[in-house]
């Protein structure tokens, strides 16, 4: 998530999502899953792309340069961007892996539970981490 979201505020929301949509194909040219084209779509184009409207930020960023205002505004883009991961994720578990769902559990449950474990806390990794770049090397983030 780091290098899509950094794209993402340094040029803005459709460099974000081409770069989140390469990083997707990579991942499944590289030990992916490949059910059909409707999951590669979520798993892979939505999931990975929907990092890069974190971008969506960008000209907000670049504006204010105060380290506050920067946190804000990489805090934002970095929930913005793993909301729109999740997303991706959970419809996919919803609609392609459903059967993986413990008897009696509803299938929307077991797809965001499954998919939250593993979003949330490298979104909230990915944001710490580039809080931090920004507070030691501010200039990296401009264009």
Known sequence: MLPIL????RHGLLWGCLSGL???LVQLFFGGYFLNIFQVA????LA??????GGLFSRKFLQDPTAFSASIWITAAGFL????RLLGSFLSGMIFYADYA???TPVWIYSFSYNFTYVLPSTI???IALRLLYQARPQFFRR
């Open 102 to 104: 413990p008897a009696g």
């Open 81 to 84: 961007g793993g909301s729109m």
């Open 22 to 24: 390469i990083v997707g």
């Open 125 to 127: 990794l990915t944001i």
């Open 6 to 9: 950094l794209l993402a505020l």
């Open 42 to 45: 979520l798993d892979y184009g």
């Open 48 to 53: 990975y792309a929907g990092i890069g409207f």
